[in-house]
């Protein structure tokens, strides 16, 4: 344990270092061509979009800044409540309540025996897994149904119904579930064994009605799926843990949320009209006035897709379901006064689904163009070096909150270098058709059965 905080240490100094060398470079350079620059504020639209890139910027950076103090604060929460645990905070296993693991699957016949044989092995002494086929047409049924049979100790039922898209199969899984907690999970996710413990405590809290878990990659096996992962790593363990920290995280992942029954009965449980159903009743969740905590040890290991054309897909259903759950709720972002928190939550996921791509895309293509009009080539490469110091800044501290693989910083140079204009394009795409209102329909990622 020792060599691995020391290795993981070395590697964030070597990264934060060579940081600073650059910056110090970079500074030198600009200073000695500081008169060349003028010339963006001789053309009243050179000026204009030079202004607009440094207000993003500076925002960026007050996002990063402030998601890190949060996000730390919410740690330091955490290492004093484990120091200072409550009797009645860890009840009994005799006085623990029964939750119901609801598991959709559309044709996830190559991993859904995994998936369920994983959750047997849950530390928790009264749960039951339901699994619901939404009309597959592969073997899922039947395989879901033969480790069904060999139980004894643990209820597994399986329900089979008409194919209606993830959204049906979870109401139908929270109509039959016998819980008063209900877990959603994916087919393909895999849990850790503590996950059922680590998620009931924030129930004792009576104004929590949600929990959300920590998601990680598990086929970390080339260039975009280990991207992924420190995708996921700073998406979760630096602005989940910085929402938590005020009680409003603003998605549950489908990998693994954990809801008391009654408040989802209460909401009208999951709608169909958006491609991005989870995040559609979290905002439903917050509307009402309920909180939701984050939980980092509960993880979920999902598999991610590992080609280009896969992730693309993906990301652009994630872009335009997000932005029809925003839609649906709009009416908060006009009334700070009355959404509280809600209203800043919108505008937060505005500012990351919609500014955020556009900016970085604009500031590509606005510094190659002066590069190449005016000489001034090094500006994209200062403009590329200040959100890569935010990426590596950011990775650093991830992977060092969360324990994980300090190699994973490496990837902040390659995320900002080619894979996240690639992703942003998905996006500017997704954010013009969802306004324009094309039609769409669920993207399946194919499973290659690596959990």
Excluded at 344 to 362: D, K, V
Aim: hydrophobic share 50%.
């Amino acid at each position: 344990m020792a060599i691995k905080t020391f290795s993981r240490s070395a590697w964030v100094a070597a990264a934060l270092g060579g940081l600073v060398f650059l910056l110090a470079y970079s500074y030198e350079a600009v200073r000695e061509k500081q008169g060349s620059f003028t010339v963006l504020l001789e053309n009243y639209a050179l000026m204009a979009i030079t202004v607009y890139l440094l207000i993003f910027l500076v925002l960026l950076i007050i996002r990063y800044a402030v998601l890190i103090l949060y996000s730390f604060m919410d740690h330091l929460e955490s290492l004093h409540q484990k120091r200072n645990v409550s009797p009645t905070l860890y009840r009994d296993d005799s006085a623990l309540p029964m939750i119901s693991l609801v598991v959709p699957a559309y044709n996830e016949g190559l991993v859904i025996q995994a998936a369920i044989r994983s959750l047997l092995l849950l530390d928790y002494p009264n749960f039951e897994i339901i699994v619901v086929d939404d009309g597959s047409t592969d073997d899922t049924y039947e395989k879901a149904i033969a480790v069904a049979r060999e139980q004894l100790n643990i209820p597994v039922r399986v329900v089979t119904k008409r194919n209606g898209g993830k959204a049906e199969a979870l109401n139908t899984g929270m109509t039959v579930a016998r819980g008063e907690f209900v877990l959603n999970m994916d087919g393909d996710s895999k849990l850790s064994s503590n996950t059922l413990r680590a998620c009931i405590r924030h129930f004792d809290n009576p104004r929590i009605g949600a929990v959300a878990g920590n998601v990680k990659v598990i086929n970390r096996e080339n260039i975009w799926t280990k991207i992924q992962a420190l995708e996921y790593v700073e998406g979760l363990a630096m602005a989940r843990k910085a929402q938590s920290f005020m009680r409003a995280v603003n998605i549950i992942p489908g990998p693994l949320g954990m809801f008391r029954k009654s408040v989802l009965q209460q909401v009208g449980g999951y709608d169909h009209d958006t491609f991005a159903e989870d995040c559609d009743l979290t905002l439903k969740l917050l509307m009402r006035g309920w909180h939701i905590a984050y939980e980092p040890t509960a993880i979920a290991w999902v598999e991610t897709p590992s080609g280009l054309l896969d992730l693309l897909k993906q990301r652009y259903r994630w872009t335009r379901g997000i932005l029809q759950a925003t839609t649906k709720h709009s009416h908060a972002l006009w009334q700070p006064r009355k959404a509280g928190i809600n209203c800043f939550i919108l505008w937060y996921m505005l500012f990351e689904g919609i500014m955020w791509p556009f900016s970085t895309l604009l500031g590509n293509v606005f510094f190659a163009y002066v590069g190449i009009q005016y000489g001034l080539a090094t500006l994209l490469f200062y403009w590329w070096l200040q959100l890569t110091v935010l990426d590596v800044v950011a990775a650093s501290y991830c992977v060092v909150i969360e324990e994980e693989e300090p190699s994973l910083i490496f990837y902040a140079i390659m995320f900002r270098l080619f894979y996240i204009n690639i992703i942003d394009v998905s996006k500017v795409f997704a954010t013009i058709e969802e306004w324009r209102g094309h039609t769409m329909t669920w993207g399946k990622l194919e499973r290659e059965g690596k959990l």
